[in-house]
């Protein structure tokens, strides 16, 4: 976003303990920094949640320091679980505040790591989310979510995860195969970009690689995650292990020129409100994709025209989906190109969303 804000012309000011590199960054005052904040990870539950709560006090303070100094018109923050500082900060420096929102982290720490203050989470998250200017979502489903807590209809907007589409001109298949060390595979490629844990079901491919029709298919998976031993026990024991390529991670830099390594972009299941950045990386690499058929998703997709939609959780309609794009390449160019054309008409890039934020703040700077 930062990028895109600049190309549209608008000068910004980074202020944040853990920085970015680029243009944009500049040098941060203060203590603080990666290892610091990575720390929280090795403390009891309760005492990093304290301190996630905690860090809204130091940071609404360089907010206000660093806005007032570069004379702010508009703040712009993607919200994180117990931090309200950004709401706190555009009250007193008297702009306006616009929180991104990518997911209900109170919903998703319950269900993950679990919450030791269920009551003050909530309570933190719903004032953040009621007293931004704008809240800027990813899907409508999201947005529908955070009506139901209180979140005035008018505030929300919707900007879905956006991509750099110049970044995937001039395909290079053989070079892209070759970086991945994927040289010798010769049947269709299955491909899954991300940090992939047990949720993301690409335990259902796996079991899927064994039946007929998908003898000859290949699942590369770019990244790393928790799932990774299971699913490499899985292969295993299924006989699909010389056909499940773990390549491990790469810089997010690197992926536009490795996504023509696949034939089918894979994204086996997702969260309900989620906008999952993979699948409109693939649509702009020119992939068909095979997907669950859930709302989030279909405020994108049409199923058999970009992607090929099953039931969520049902291994049988995903293999079913893949084998149909393995056995016809024709099939799979033609998808792959709308899904590339629905990209551009819908403008899910990063200048589209920079756009749509300046659009929804219009009235307000």
């Known amino acids: 976003m930062i990028e895109a804000f600049v190309a549209e012309g608008h000068e910004v000011h980074e202020e944040a303990l853990v920085r970015r590199t680029g243009p944009a960054a500049k040098p941060t005052s203060g203590a603080g920094g990666s ?13 990093r949640e304290l301190a ?7 940071a609404r303070r360089r907010l206000i320091r660093a806005g007032g100094e570069f004379k702010a018109q508009l703040l712009y923050e993607r919200y994180a679980f117990g931090n309200t500082s950004g709401v706190s900060a555009s009250r007193r420096l008297g702009v306006p505040m616009v929180l991104e929102v990518n997911s209900p982290m109170v919903l998703e720490l319950s269900k993950t790591r ?3 203050f269920p009551r003050l989470a909530d309570k933190s998250e719903r004032w953040t989310f009621k007293e931004a200017d704008r809240v800027c979502v990813v899907t409508h489903v999201l947005a529908e979510m955070l009506k139901e807590m209180g979140v005035a209809e008018e505030r929300l907007f919707v900007t879905p995860n956006g991509v750099h589409p110049d970044a995937y001109t001039n395909p290079d298949p053989a070079g892209a195969r070759k970086a991945l060390g994927l040289e010798s595979v010769k049947g269709a490629v299955l491909g899954f970009v991300g940090f992939y ?6 335990d259902l491919v796996v079991d899927g690689l064994a039946a007929r029709e998908l003898r000859e298919a290949h ?3 770019i990244g790393e995650g928790p799932a990774e031993e299971e699913l490499r026990l899985q292969a295993e024991k299924r006989g699909v292990a010389e056909r499940v390529h773990f390549v491990g991670p790469r810089a997010h830099s690197e992926i536009p020129g490795l996504l023509p390594a696949f034939d089918i972009g894979l994204v086996p299941a997702i969260n309900p409100y989620a906008s999952p950045l993979k699948l409109h990386e693939y649509m702009a690499a020119g992939l068909p994709s095979v997907a669950p058929d859930q709302p989030n998703l279909r405020e994108v997709l049409t ?3 970009q992607a090929l939609l099953f039931k969520p959780g049902d291994g049988d309609g995903l293999c079913a989906a893949l084998a149909t794009l393995v056995a016809d390449a024709d099939l799979r160019s033609r998808m792959g190109e709308r899904a590339r054309e629905t990209l551009v008409e819908r403008d899910l890039t990063w200048r589209g969303n920079a756009r749509r934020v300046l659009a929804a703040v219009e009235d307000l700077v």
Do not use: I, K, M, N
């Not at 290892?35 to 005492?47: E, I, K, V």
């Not at 844990?197 to 690409?202: A, E, N």
């Open 35 to 47: 290892g610091t904040w990575s720390a929280l990870d090795h403390l009891p539950r309760f005492a």
């Open 52 to 58: 996630e709560y905690g860090y809204s006090v130091p």
């Open 114 to 116: 679990g919450l030791s």
């Open 197 to 202: 844990r047990p949720w993301h079901r690409l």
């Open 219 to 221: 699942l590369v998976l």
């Open 303 to 305: 199923s058999g025209e």
